[in-house]
C-alpha cells in the first residue's frame, strides 16, 4: 500500500495554499469520535504506464492523505515520493522546479483527474506535482503538518538552496547539535534545520546515516492538541507506536505505525 500526503499550492500566489498530509483519521485526529472522512474507493491508473491501483483520499483535522493499494506492481519510480504538492499550473511548477534546481524526473502526464510530474531535489529527495482539471475545495487544516526529510551533510546545501528557492522559504531555526534522542539516538547530536514556507513545514535531520528503525521511514510530522489521548486512539485503532513517547526540541514526540505500512511522527508542543 502506497501513501501520499498533499499540500495544495499556487506557484504564483503562495498566501492563498491550502495545506495537508496522512493517515488513520481516528487516530491521527485530537477530536472525540471519529477524526475525519474519506471519499470512495475507486479503482484507476494513476502512472504514465499501464499499472491498477485503488485510490482513496483521507481527510483529518491535521492532514490530507492520498491512499493507494496498487493491484499490480508499483512503476518505478512511484512509491519513494516523500510528499506531493497540489498545484495551480502544472507548466508553473515545472519551469519553478528547473529554475530552482530540481530534476524533473518524471515528465508531466495525464491521469483520469488533471495531469501528475514527479520531481527530485538534490539529495534525491523525490516529491510528486499534480494539477486537478476541477480545482478541489478542502476545509482548513486545525495544524499544518511537515515534511520529514534525512539528509547527509554532503547534500544539506544543495538541498536547501534548490527547496528554498522553489518554496520561497525560510529557515526557521537550525540547531548544529540538536539532542539525537528525537532520532532515536540518547547521547549523541544532530543537526536539524526547520523549514517554513508557503508549501508548508519541512523539518530535516543532517546526520551520517546511522540511524535505528523507524527514523527515516517517516515521512511526516503530525502536530496534534494531546500526544497522550492521540496515541492511545491510535493504538485503539490499530496502529503501533514504534518509538517514544518523549521530549526533546521544544516537543513530545512519537512516531507510529498505521495499518497497511505507514510510518508518521506525532508530536505536541511541550508544556
Known amino acids: 500500500m502506497r501513501f501520499r500526503s498533499e499540500v495544495v499550492v499556487s506557484p504564483h500566489r503562495p498566501g492563498r495554499n491550502r495545506h495537508g498530509p496522512r493517515k488513520l483519521l481516528a487516530a491521527a485526529s485530537n477530536r472525540r469520535g471519529p477524526g475525519g472522512t474519506s471519499t470512495a474507493v475507486s479503482v484507476t491508473d494513476v502512472t504514465p504506464t499501464p499499472s491498477r491501483t485503488k485510490s482513496q483520499l483521507l481527510f483529518s483535522p491535521v492532514g490530507t ?57 538534490p539529495g534525491g529527495v523525490d516529491t510528486q506535482l499534480y494539477w486537478h482539471t476541477t480545482p478541489p475545495v478542502y476545509k482548513p487544516l486545525e495544524t499544518t503538518p511537515e515534511n520529514r526529510v534525512y539528509l547527509p551533510p554532503d547534500a544539506v546545501g544543495a538541498f536547501l538552496g534548490s527547496y528554498l528557492k522553489f518554496t520561497s522559504g525560510t529557515i526557521e531555526s537550525d540547531v548544529p547539535r540538536a539532542d539525537a534522542s528525537e532520532i532515536g539516538l540518547p547521547g549523541q547530536t544532530f543537526r536539524r534545520i526547520r523549514v517554513t514556507s508557503p508549501f508548508g513545514r519541512t523539518v530535516i535531520s543532517v546526520t551520517n546515516g546511522h540511524l535505528p528503525y523507524p527514523y527515516g521511514r517517516e515521512v511526516t510530522g503530525y502536530r496534534v492538541a494531546n500526544l497522550a489521548a492521540t496515541l492511545s486512539k491510535a493504538e485503539a485503532a490499530g496502529a503501533t507506536v514504534l518509538s517514544g513517547p518523549h521530549r526533546s526540541g521544544g516537543r513530545d514526540s512519537a512516531v507510529v505505525r498505521f495499518p497497511g505500512g505507514y510510518i508518521a511522527e506525532i508530536h505536541d508542543v511541550s508544556r
Open 65 to 121: 492523505l492520498s491512499v493507494f493499494d496498487f493491484q499490480t506492481p508499483v512503476p518505478y519510480p512511484f512509491g519513494a515520493e516523500r510528499t506531493g504538492w497540489l498545484v495551480t499550473s502544472m507548466p508553473a511548477g515545472i519551469q519553478q522546479a528547473r529554475a530552482s534546481g530540481a530534476k524533473v524526473i518524471v515528465s508531466p502526464f495525464p491521469d483520469p483527474v488533471g495531469r501528475h510530474a514527479v520531481i527530485q531535489f
